[in-house]
């Protein structure tokens, strides 16, 4: 394992969790460079932001809840398995470890069924991946967000053991979680599931994971196994997963036709539609999430994520001042999210606005939000966030 891959040691984040606010030491954090997100170091404190309100509440993960971070707190590159965001729609099963199975079926050569002995006992991948939820945004304050480093083994090479047959088109996932959808007035047990198309399951970097930051899959987070699709919205990576079920239809199911379901206004040919979209990989963006003071100096930072593509860069702009370079951090990969710290010389007293953009290297700019297509819904909030803070 790669020396920069080990998560960082989880008392440090304790240790910064009570000093938020306090303006408290955490020991060792000043000689960290500044793209760590180190803790508060001696005299350095968080400059609040007037954006978010005194009334804005992160409570702490309660079983079958919702759970977001407050951004403000993000100072780890890999994010706590037990802050990492969390996102379920029909509560969170209790699956046995020994009578786990996981299925292939449907137009497949071979069905497959796989324990979770099986599926460890196969070469093992480990990746870095950050996602947010489809649905994250302003009005969290980007909280539905999280990175952490992944083992399990590749989607892909279980497909091809199993042989998709001609003429396939999806391939379904299917959690263990159920629930009782009123369908047409009609009550239905419907289980939890996303799809893919054939061709984007077949994506060499798809995973089934096992383990999050060196831990076993949290209870929360999919225990034992859930699907890992680098550089998709969170929605993709199917938890408690139990069935892979490959079809020669659209499977059109509540999570891939009616909820995370994009509508905007688009030109289709030359003309104005509202369209709808499912959500799928995740749009360029960068946020910045806090900015800190010390001796007079402040930094900015935030985060980016998209689907993989490379950046090219990332600029924060303060008021009416040029757009300037920040440092990414370098340890970032392919599909983790990457952190980035801007030092603002020569504050100002007062209230200031600042915004952060990415760019990829085929050029694509993170736009504001006026430039975006007309939408309804919050689903794929990824225009630039300007942030207003009090120096
Ligand atoms: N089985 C199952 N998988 C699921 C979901 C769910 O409700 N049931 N929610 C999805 C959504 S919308 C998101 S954003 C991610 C959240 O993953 P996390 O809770 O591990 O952060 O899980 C996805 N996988
Ligand atoms: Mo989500």
């Known amino acids: ?6 998560p960082i040691d989880s008392s440090r984040r304790d240790i910064l969790k009570g000093a938020l606010g306090t303006g408290a030491l955490a020991a060792g954090a000043a000689s960290l460079p500044s793209f760590m997100f180190p803790a508060l170091a001696q005299g350095e404190q968080l400059v609040p932001f007037t954006d978010v309100p005194d009334t804005f509440n992160v409570r702490p993960v309660r079983p079958n809840a919702t759970h977001y971070l407050d951004t403000r707190e993000i100072t780890t590159y890999f994010t706590d398995n037990d802050d990492f965001y969390l996102v379920q729609h029909y509560g969170q099963p209790e699956i046995d ?6 299925k292939v079926t449907g137009m497949v050569d071979n069905e497959l069924e796989f324990s979770l002995q099986d599926l460890m006992a196969r070469d093992n991948i480990e990746q870095q991946v950050g996602f947010e939820c489809g649905g994250n945004g302003r009005r969290l304050f980007q909280g539905l967000i999280g990175n952490a480093r992944w083992r399990g083994v590749s989607l892909a090479k279980i497909l091809e053991e199993a042989g998709i047959q001609d ?3 999806e391939i379904v996932f299917f959690g263990t979680d159920t629930a009782t959808e009123t369908i047409r007035e009609r009550d239905v047990e419907k289980a939890w599931a996303r799809s893919l198309s054939v061709e984007d399951a077949m994506q060499t970097d798809n995973m089934l994971a096992f383990e999050m930051n060196g831990e076993p899959l949290p209870h929360y987070h999919g225990k034992p196994v859930r699907a890992l699709i680098p550089g998709w919205y969170g929605v993709a990576n199917v938890k408690w997963l139990n069935q892979i079920h490959v079809q020669d239809t659209r499977y059109m199911g509540r999570f891939m036709g009616r909820d995370y379901v994009t509508l905007k206004k688009e030109n289709v040919g030359g003309v104005e539609r ?3 979209n499912s959500v799928t990989t995740m749009n360029l963006k960068s946020s910045i999430v806090r900015v800190t003071e010390m001796g007079g100096q ?14 090219e860069s990332i600029e924060v702009k303060i008021d009416d001042g040029p757009w300037e370079r920040a440092e990414i951090n370098p340890r970032s990969t392919k599909y983790s999210w990457k952190l980035f710290s801007y030092d603002w010389s020569n504050a100002t007293p007062g209230e200031h606005t600042i915004v952060s953009r990415v760019t990829d290297v085929n050029g694509n700019v993170q736009a504001t939000q006026e430039e975006l297509p007309e939408k309804v819904s919050y689903w794929e909030d990824f225009g630039q966030f300007p942030r207003t803070i009090r120096i």
């Open 274 to 276: 509202w369209v709808e």
């Open 1 to 6: 394992m790669n020396q920069d891959d080990k």
């Open 298 to 311: 402040h930094k900015i930072q935030g985060f980016a994520l998209n689907d993989g593509t490379s950046l």
């Open 97 to 102: 470890n020994d009578s786990y199975r996981l």
């Open 167 to 169: 003429g396939a088109k």
